[in-house]
């Protein structure tokens, strides 16, 4: 059984930081991408960030620049480092594993709730 644990959400104020970081138990995968999307109610669930087992890294439109993805894929975990923050970026965040290899596998978080005051 795989399990994502998350954590590192909370209450910021505009402009501030936080650090999301997510680590899995369980069956560890040699190739795996990891990520962290979001959701806000009545809205779809949109990628954030993802990092391969290789390294690379992909942003959302929206994110680049400000939010940062690291992966240790030895470790199995994720992090995201997320700088000058708005009020839009308020929502829950969900940690994400999909296996790179047959057969697929993806796994979800429980989701982390940032929240961001004006």
């Known amino acids: 059984q795989v399990q994502l644990l998350e954590s590192g959400g909370g209450l910021v104020q505009s402009g501030g930081s936080l650090r999301l970081s997510c680590t899995v138990s369980?069956?560890?995968?040699?190739?795996?991408?990891m990520g962290w999307f979001r959701q806000a109610p009545g809205k779809q669930r949109e990628m954030v960030a993802t990092?391969?087992?290789?390294?690379?890294?992909n942003y959302a439109g929206s994110v680049d620049g400000g939010f940062t993805i690291s992966g240790h894929n030895a470790k199995s975990s994720v992090d995201l480092q997320l700088n000058d923050l708005k009020p839009a970026d308020t929502t829950v965040y969900y940690c994400?594993?999909?296996?790179?290899?047959?057969?697929?596998?993806?796994?979800w978080g429980q989701g982390v709730q940032v929240t961001v005051s004006s």
């Open positions: 990092v391969t087992s290789g390294g690379t890294t």
């Open positions: 369980g069956t560890i995968f040699s190739a795996a991408t």
């Open positions: 994400n594993l999909r296996r790179e290899v047959s057969p697929t596998f993806t796994a």
